[in-house]
C-alpha cells in the first residue's frame, strides 16, 4: 500500500504534488516528511485521513466506498456499474479522491489507503461472502435462496454456490430482487446489515427477505452475506450531484458595507475588551477558563451586546495569540501590542482566519449541559460544519446551504436540533465578523474562504476626535496611540459603538495630573486633537483641577500629610476621614497610623485631590501598569512549509530509503515496531526538540484515548512527558501507543 502510494507521488509534476498537499494541510506541519515514502506514510496515516474524511461530500464519500467494496476490480466502469449512476455524477468525486491523495490510480484499478479501505467496510456493514457462509449451512438452504431468485439448480451444493455468486456478481442481479421488495421490507434490509443481529421478528418484512433469498439461515440465526449488503448499500447510495443552491436576493452595495462595518465593529470590540484586560485582568476560574459571572461584569462594564460576543472575543483573541493568562487573571500578550498598530486588513484577517479554524463554535460551550469557559478549548465537529457552510454558499444563498449542509458535510453525527443550533450559531458568529450579511456570503468571506487578500475591502476609517461643551469627547474611527493614550489618562469611556464616547471629571483629570501631566501640557494637547477650539467648560474644568492639586500631600509615615494650615483644619473636622485617626504635629503637618495608598483614596473618596510625595518630598508620578500575558492563552500551533516549496523538495529527494531519520526514531522504532517511519520521525523530532505531538494511545485496560503531549524523554520502555489531557507529567509506554500525528 505504501510503496504504490509512494510510487504514484514520484510520478506527480510539482504543481499536481503542491494541489494535493494544499487539500491535506497537515502534511505541510513541522516537521515535515523528508521524502515520498515518509508523506505516503503521513497521508495514510489514520489521523490525517479522519481529517481529509471531514472534508468530502455524500457523492464523494459513496464512491469511495464503492472502491472500498470493490477492492481489486475497482474501475471506473465496475464503480458505475454497482451504483447505477451517470458517468458524469462519478469523474467529480473521482477526481477529488486522487487530487487530495486518498485514491491512486494502479493502471485501472484505483487502489485506497488500508486504514481507509477498512474503514469504509466497517461502516457499510458487510459480513462473510455467501461462498464463506454456505460451509456452515446445509445445503437445502442454499438451494431455498436459488429457487427463490429463479437461479438453476445443480445436484451439488459447491455448484448452487457457484451458480449463485454468479449471479450476483451482476450488479443489476441483486438490485432488480431489491426493486421488487416493498419499501418497508428495504428499509428493515438497511437497518439489519448495519447493526448486530441474532434472530428474526415475526414480521412481514423479515420473512419477505427470507422469501427473496436475501438472507442465510444458520441455525435460528439469520445472517446476511456481503453481496447482498452491499446491493442494499447501494441501492441507498444514490448520487445526486452538487445541489443546486439558489442565489441570495441581498442587493450586493449593502451586503459590501455591511461587512466591512459588522468587521470594524469587532475590531474595535476586540481592542476594547483586552485594552480593559490590561488594566482589569480577567479573573481565572481555579479550572481555568472566565467564568459566566466575570462575563457578566464585564458585558456590563463595557457595554457589550451580550455575552456571546463576550465569549467570541476571548476566544478569538486567545487563539490568535493576543490573550494569555498571567498571575492576576487574563491579559493581553506582548504580540497584542504590535497587533493593536496594525492596519485593519491583517488584524481582521488574523481574528477571522483564527474563527475559521476553531474546531468548535464560541456559541456552544456546554458539554453534557454544563459550561465549559472560554478561551478552554473544546472537541466538537461544529469547525467542520462552519467550513463546510461557508465553502457550500460562496455566491450562493447561506440559508440553502444550511438546508443541504448534509449533503456538503455527511460525517458529524448530530440530530437534527443540533444542526439546526450549529448552523444557527456559526451565522451569528459570521454575521459578527462580517463574513455573512443577511443570506449572502460577504466579500470579506470569501476571501477569508479562498484565502484572498482584504487589503482593499478593509480600509481604516479616519480618526476623529470631536470634544464637547458636556465635558465629553466623541472618538470615531482609528486614532493613533499618543490619542488613545492622552484619552485613556484624561477621561473616562462612557459609551462604545459606532463611536466611542469619553467624559472628562474632576477624578478623570485628577488622575491625568496624577500620571505626570501638567494643566499647560494636558490642555496643549487636547487642543491637538481637533481644528474646533477647545470647550471653554473643559479648559474651566482642567485648570480648576489643577488649582487645587496638590495642596494636600502625602508622604510616607504611617502616612503624614503637609498642607495649608486653613485646611489641616478643615481635613480633621471631616467625618468621612475620622477613621484615618488623623493627628496635628504642626500647623501644616498632620499624621496618620494608616499607609499611604489608604490614606489617598479615603482623601479622594471625601472629594479633594491629594497628591503622593516619596521620602523626601518628591513629587510621585502614578502611571498606571498594564498587565502583559507571558504567552497565549490558546493552544500554539506550529508553522508548515509552503505546500509548492515542499512539493519541490520531496520530488528532489525521491522516494527515499526504509531507515529511521535519527537516532531517537531507532529506538522508539525498536520499542514500537507498529508505527510507520514518519510516524516515529514525528515522535522523535517531538522527543529531540520538546515539541507538542498528537498520539493515539492505548492503556493497560485496553482503554483508547486521543491526547496531544509535550515528550520530556525516553526512559527505559516509557516516553515520559506532560500530558495536555491530564495537566500533568504522564509515562506513556512506548508500545501502546497506537497513532502519531502533528499537534
Not at 7 to 24: G, I, N, V
Not at 632 to 643: F, H
Amino acid at each position: 500500500m505504501g510503496t504504490g502510494l509512494a510510487d504514484h507521488l514520484a510520478a506527480l509534476d510539482t504543481p499536481s504534488l503542491a494541489a494535493l498537499l494544499e487539500h491535506r494541510p497537515d502534511a505541510c506541519a513541522e516537521p515535515v516528511p523528508r521524502d515520498l515514502g515518509r508523506l505516503a506514510d503521513r497521508l495514510a496515516g489514520r489521523g490525517s485521513l479522519a481529517a481529509a474524511l471531514r472534508r468530502l461530500d455524500k457523492d464523494t464519500v459513496e464512491v469511495g466506498r464503492t472502491l472500498a467494496v470493490l477492492g481489486q476490480r475497482a474501475t471506473p466502469h465496475a464503480v458505475m456499474a454497482l451504483l447505477d449512476a451517470d458517468p458524469a455524477l462519478i469523474e467529480r468525486p473521482l477526481r477529488i479522491l486522487t487530487r487530495s491523495g486518498m485514491a491512486w490510480p494502479d493502471g485501472d484499478v484505483l487502489r485506497l489507503p488500508e486504514p481507509l479501505s477498512e474503514h469504509w467496510h466497517a461502516e457499510i456493514g458487510a459480513d462473510e461472502p455467501l461462498a464463506r457462509m454456505a460451509r456452515h449451512v446445509v445445503a437445502d438452504e442454499v438451494r431455498r435462496i436459488a429457487v427463490a431468485q429463479g437461479i438453476p439448480l445443480s445436484t451439488r451444493k459447491a455448484e448452487v454456490v457457484q451458480a449463485i455468486h454468479d449471479a450476483w456478481s451482476d450488479p443489476g442481479f441483486l438490485r432488480g430482487v431489491l426493486d421488487a421488495l416493498p419499501a418497508s421490507a428495504r428499509r428493515r434490509l438497511g437497518t439489519l446489515r448495519r447493526h448486530e443481529y441474532d434472530g428474526l421478528r415475526p414480521s412481514t418484512d423479515d420473512h419477505l427477505l427470507l422469501d427473496a433469498g436475501l438472507l442465510v439461515l444458520e441455525g435460528h440465526v439469520a445472517r446476511i452475506p456481503r453481496e447482498v449488503a452491499v446491493a442494499s448499500w447501494a441501492a441507498d447510495a444514490h448520487l445526486t450531484g452538487v445541489p443546486d443552491l439558489p442565489a441570495p436576493s441581498d442587493d450586493p452595495d449593502r451586503v459590501r458595507a455591511g461587512a466591512v462595518a459588522a468587521a470594524r465593529s469587532l475590531l474595535d470590540t476586540v481592542t476594547t475588551v483586552l485594552d480593559d484586560a490590561a488594566d482589569h485582568p480577567l479573573t481565572a476560574l481555579k479550572s481555568g477558563g472566565v467564568g459566566k459571572r466575570e462575563r457578566t461584569r464585564l458585558v456590563k462594564r463595557l457595554d457589550l451586546d451580550d455575552d456571546h460576543l463576550a465569549v467570541l472575543v476571548l476566544d478569538l483573541a486567545a487563539h490568535a495569540g493576543l490573550l494569555g493568562l498571567t498571575d492576576a487573571g487574563y491579559a493581553p500578550t506582548a504580540a497584542y501590542a504590535a497587533w493593536r498598530e496594525e492596519d485593519a486588513a491583517p488584524r481582521w484577517t488574523r481574528l477571522a482566519t483564527t474563527w475559521f479554524g476553531l474546531e468548535y463554535a464560541p456559541g456552544r460551550r456546554e458539554v453534557d449541559g454544563k459550561e465549559v469557559a472560554p478561551p478552554t478549548p473544546l472537541i466538537s465537529v461544529d469547525g467542520d460544519l462552519r467550513r463546510a457552510l461557508l465553502a457550500a454558499a460562496g455566491d450562493r444563498s447561506v440559508h440553502a446551504a444550511g438546508e443541504n449542509l448534509g449533503w456538503f458535510c455527511p460525517a458529524p453525527l448530530l440530530d437534527e436540533t443540533d444542526l439546526a443550533d450549529v448552523i444557527a450559531v456559526t451565522r451569528r458568529e459570521a454575521e459578527m465578523l462580517g463574513v455573512v450579511v443577511g443570506d449572502s456570503v460577504s466579500p470579506l468571506g470569501r476571501a477569508l474562504v479562498d484565502g484572498g487578500d482584504v487589503g482593499e475591502l478593509l480600509v481604516d476609517a479616519a480618526g476623529a476626535v470631536v470634544l464637547q461643551s458636556d465635558l465629553t469627547a466623541m472618538v470615531s474611527g482609528r486614532v493613533g496611540a499618543a490619542v488613545r493614550r492622552l484619552l485613556a489618562d484624561a477621561a473616562t469611556p462612557e459609551s462604545r459603538g459606532a463611536a466611542t464616547t469619553y467624559r472628562f471629571s474632576p477624578a478623570s483629570v485628577r488622575a491625568a495630573l496624577d500620571a505626570g501631566w501638567t494643566a499647560d501640557g494636558l490642555l496643549a494637547d487636547l487642543r491637538g486633537l481637533s481644528e474646533r477650539p477647545l470647550p471653554q467648560p473643559l479648559e474651566y474644568l482642567v485648570h480648576d483641577v489643577a488649582r487645587r492639586h496638590g495642596h494636600v500631600r502625602v508622604r510616607p509615615a504611617g502616612a503624614c500629610l503637609v498642607l495649608e494650615e486653613a485646611l489641616s483644619e478643615e481635613v480633621l473636622r471631616t467625618r468621612a476621614l475620622r477613621s484615618l485617626g488623623l493627628t496635628r504635629l504642626a500647623p501644616t503637618v498632620l499624621v496618620s497610623p494608616s499607609d499611604p495608598d489608604a490614606v489617598l483614596r479615603a482623601l479622594r473618596g471625601a472629594g479633594y485631590l491629594p497628591v503622593r510625595e516619596d521620602e523626601t518630598g518628591a513629587l510621585v508620578v502614578e502611571r498606571r501598569e498594564s498587565r502583559v500575558a507571558d504567552a497565549p492563552a490558546g493552544p500554539a500551533g506550529r508553522d508548515g512549509m509552503a505546500p509548492d516549496v515542499l512539493a519541490a523538495q520531496l520530488l528532489a529527494a525521491g522516494v527515499g530509503n526504509h531507515l529511521a531519520d535519527s537516532p531517537t526514531a531507532a529506538l522508539l522504532g525498536a520499542l514500537n515496531p507498529r508505527l510507520a517511519l514518519d510516524e516515529l520521525d514525528l515522535l522523535a523530532d517531538a522527543v529531540d526538540h520538546s515539541h507538542d505531538v498528537r498520539i493515539t494511545y492505548s492503556d493497560r485496560n485496553g482503554t483508547i484515548s486521543h491526547r496531544v503531549v509535550t515528550p520530556e524523554e525516553v526512559f527505559h520502555r516509557s516516553l515520559v512527558a506532560w500530558c495536555h489531557l491530564r495537566d500533568g507529567e504522564r509515562e506513556f509506554t512506548v508500545a501502546n501507543i497506537l497513532q502519531v500525528a502533528p499537534a
